[in-house]
Structures are given as structure tokens and as C-alpha cells.
């Protein structure tokens, strides 16, 4: 398959830096470090970071130098993961085929490696290799500190208050309620969009965009992020639970308000397929060169798990 084809080099990078920038399971206190390496290398698709670096490496042949944020995104990814999963939030016991953090570590133990994670992806986008993590020396210094300023912000915002968290939280005060198609929006644009928006403007920014281009790498971002949860609620219903390693169903069982909910199956597929051509007709004009991002759009778009 194209997209494994495309993705093998990146995510072995992505991976050997995440197991790089994580203390190690013998480190001491062992219980934590154990929980945050048990969530990180639970075989996630490795989405956003290697949005990352496609998008870097649209603009740019020096894209390693977004190889930090990459991983800063997905460790917050996974904090968002383990928290989501707690049972006063979405209280699953299964997420990627295997038992949750707080199933295997307690609740108190997930809820503090949700939080190290989130700390520590800051620590990287701080971090010049002064503090010992050789690979921010190895492909940060390189960058400005307005620019790294700038990404801090950017990743900040779509994982915080006016981003991720805002979406989280009207998704859980709107369990059980009628919602009209404006606050499904709402939900997703931040819960699920706002990281996956992050990770392409990130991408271009530390690829040098100017302003017009990070404009219009956002408009293909947008569709994207979107058609990504519209294709996590068609896999609720219509996926496969072993690929999925998860149980399905479970957004009906919590009267949550999705795509397939509100609009039903056939419309939620329609809309997925809209979306797709939406985001890849931003790609057209770049030619050639948005090649593999144009197959990765494919595969997160028309993705199975
Ligand atoms: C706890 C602040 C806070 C937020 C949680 C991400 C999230 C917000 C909730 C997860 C609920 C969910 C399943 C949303 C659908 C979109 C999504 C983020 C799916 C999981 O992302 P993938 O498919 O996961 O990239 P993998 O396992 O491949 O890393």
C-alpha cells in the first residue's frame, strides 16, 4: 500500500525520537514512565506527526528540523487519548486493542502520565539540547526563537482552552442531548480538528511559509480535520472492531452526537467523500510535490481504523 510505503521512514524517525525524548521505564519514579511509554507505543497511526513533516517537506528539503514538534504533537495526542478514556470522561476500558492506562495503572497513575506528557511536550519545544535532550540540539537550534515562539503558541491554543479542551468539554455536556449541527461543529472543529489543523500549520511554519501560505495550507488543513471525525463516527457504527481495537457502538450507547446521528449513514459517507475532494483540490495547485501528502489524505480520509 502507497501510504505504508510513505509513512515507514517517517514514523521510525518519529518513533526513535519519541523513545529518545521519554525517560526510561528503569528510570526512577519507574510507575509513571511506564504508564506514558505504555500509551506512546500502543501502535497509534502516528497521524499528526507525520502530517508534520509532510507539510514541511512540501516547502522545504530541511524538514527535520520540525521533527521536535512532531513528537510534541503527539504526546499531546496521547495525553488527550488517556484522559479521554478515564471514567469520569469517555470511560473506555479498550483503546488500540489493548487495555487503557488507567486499567493497567490506576486511575491516579494515568491521570499524572496524561499530565507528564503534556508537560513534557513543552519541555521539548523549549529545549535547546541545554537541558539534555540531544535531538532538540540535533534539529531545533537551527530555528529562531520568534518562530519557536510561534509554534509554541500555535500548539498551545488548538490543545488548550480555546482549542482541544473546549471541544472536549462540550462533547461531554452534550452527551445525552439534542444538538443542533452548529455545536457538532463546535465539537469537532476543536476536540478532533484544532491538533490535526496544528500539525499542518506547524509543519509550514517551521518550513518557512510565509503568511499566504500558511493561509493556504489552513484551507486544506480544515476539510481535513474535519472529515477526520466525520470518519471516527462512520467507523463507530460501521467498522471493524479487531482493526479498531476498540468496541464499537459505543457513541450510541453514550447518546453522543455525531455525523452518522444527526445526518445518517449515508449522508456522513457523503460528506467524507465532499470533504476529501475538498481538501485534496487545495493540493492541486502544488503540484507533483503534495504527492504523499495527497496519499496520506486518502488513507486518513478512507482509513478502516
Ligand atoms: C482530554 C482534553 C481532552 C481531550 C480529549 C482527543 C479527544 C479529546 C478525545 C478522543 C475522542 C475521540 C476518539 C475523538 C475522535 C478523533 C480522534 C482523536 C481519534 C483518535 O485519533 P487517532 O485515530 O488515534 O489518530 P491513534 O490511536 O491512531 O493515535
Known amino acids: 500500500m502507497a501510504y505504508a510505503k510513505i509513512i515507514k521512514g517517517r514514523t521510525e524517525l518519529i518513533d526513535s525520537a519519541l523513545e529518545y525524548y521519554l525517560p526510561g521505564e528503569d528510570e526512577y519514579p519507574q510507575a509513571i514512565h511506564r504508564a506514558m511509554r505504555y500509551s506512546?507505543?500502543?501502535?497509534?497511526?502516528?497521524?499528526?506527526?507525520?502530517?508534520?513533516?509532510?507539510?514541511?517537506?512540501?516547502?522545504?528539503?530541511d524538514w527535520q528540523r520540525a521533527v521536535p514538534a512532531a513528537c510534541a504533537l503527539e504526546l499531546i495526542h496521547t495525553y488527550s487519548l488517556i484522559h479521554d478514556d478515564l471514567p469520569s470522561m469517555d470511560d473506555d476500558d479498550y483503546?488500540?486493542?489493548?487495555?487503557?492506562?488507567?486499567?493497567?495503572?490506576?486511575?491516579?497513575?494515568?491521570i499524572l502520565a496524561g499530565d507528564a506528557l503534556l508537560t513534557l511536550a513543552f519541555e521539548l519545544l523549549a529545549d535547546e539540547g541545554k537541558q539534555g535532550h540531544e535531538l532538540s540540539r540535533l534539529y531545533w537550534t537551527e530555528v529562531k526563537p520568534a518562530l519557536k515562539l510561534q509554534v509554541v503558541y500555535e500548539i498551545a491554543r488548538a490543545a488548550g482552552v480555546r482549542g482541544m479542551v473546549a471541544?472536549?468539554?462540550?462533547?461531554?455536556?452534550?452527551?445525552?442531548?439534542?444538538?443542533?449541527?452548529?455545536?457538532?461543529?463546535?465539537?469537532?472543529?476543536h476536540k478532533t480538528g484544532a491538533l490535526l489543523v496544528a500539525s499542518i500549520r506547524v509543519g509550514a511554519l517551521l518550513a518557512g511559509c510565509t503568511k499566504e501560505e500558511i493561509e493556504k495550507i489552513t484551507r486544506f488543513a480544515e476539510p481535513l480535520g474535519r472529515a477526520f471525525q466525520v470518519v471516527d463516527d462512520v467507523l463507530d457504527v460501521r467498522g471493524d472492531e479487531a482493526k479498531m481495537g476498540k468496541t464499537k457502538g459505543m457513541d450510541q450507547k453514550k447518546e453522543k452526537a455525531t455525523y452518522v446521528s444527526l445526518y445518517g449513514l449515508q449522508q456522513a459517507n457523503a460528506l467524507r467523500e465532499q470533504l476529501y475532494w475538498q481538501a485534496v483540490d487545495e493540493l492541486q495547485s502544488f503540484g507533483e510535490s503534495?504527492?504523499?501528502?495527497?496519499?496520506?489524505?486518502?488513507?486518513?480520509?478512507f482509513r478502516d481504523h
Open 40 to 61: 506512546v507505543f500502543a501502535g497509534g497511526k502516528r497521524v499528526r506527526p507525520v502530517l508534520v513533516l509532510l507539510t514541511a517537506e512540501l516547502f522545504t528539503t
Open 95 to 110: 483503546r488500540r486493542g489493548r487495555l487503557t492506562a488507567h486499567k493497567v495503572f490506576g486511575e491516579a497513575t494515568a
Open 167 to 189: 471541544g472536549q468539554v462540550v462533547d461531554l455536556q452534550s452527551e445525552g442531548q439534542k444538538i443542533d449541527p452548529q455545536t457538532l461543529e463546535y465539537i469537532n472543529a
Open 290 to 301: 503534495a504527492a504523499n501528502l495527497k496519499e496520506l489524505t486518502r488513507f486518513i480520509i
